[in-house]
Nanobody
């Protein structure tokens, strides 16, 4: 059974940093892609960053230059390093893993950027 567990969220001041982690219960080598999504109150869930099996990364425009997605095969974990955080980054962040035809989600971790 595939389980994704996010951690690392919290309250941070504008300009601060957080690193989110997504621990997966199985090898992450077969998932393509793995991604981070977020959903703010009253808004639709949106793709923040993704990484393919060959290491290609993509980011939402608002995250470019501030966020970095990475993975550790030895730990079966995907990370999202978030720097220069802004209040508009406040949302629940979800980890996602795809292996056709299945699509797996974590339970989410809250990120709040506020002074």
């Amino acid at each position: 059974q595939v389980q994704l567990v996010e951690s690392g969220g919290g309250l941070v001041q504008p300009g601060g940093s957080l690193r989110l982690s997504c621990a997966v219960s199985v090898s992450i080598r077969n998932f393509n892609p793995m991604a981070w999504y977020r959903q703010a109150p009253g808004k639709e869930r949106e793709l923040v960053a993704s990484i393919t099996s060959v290491g290609r990364t993509t980011y939402i425009d608002s995250a470019k230059g501030r966020f970095t997605i990475s993975r550790d095969y030895a730990k079966n974990t995907v990370y999202l390093q978030m720097n220069s955080l802004k209040p508009e980054d406040t949302a629940i962040y979800y980890c996602n893993a795809r292996i056709f035809p299945n699509n797996y989600w974590g339970q989410g971790t809250q990120v709040t950027v506020s002074s």
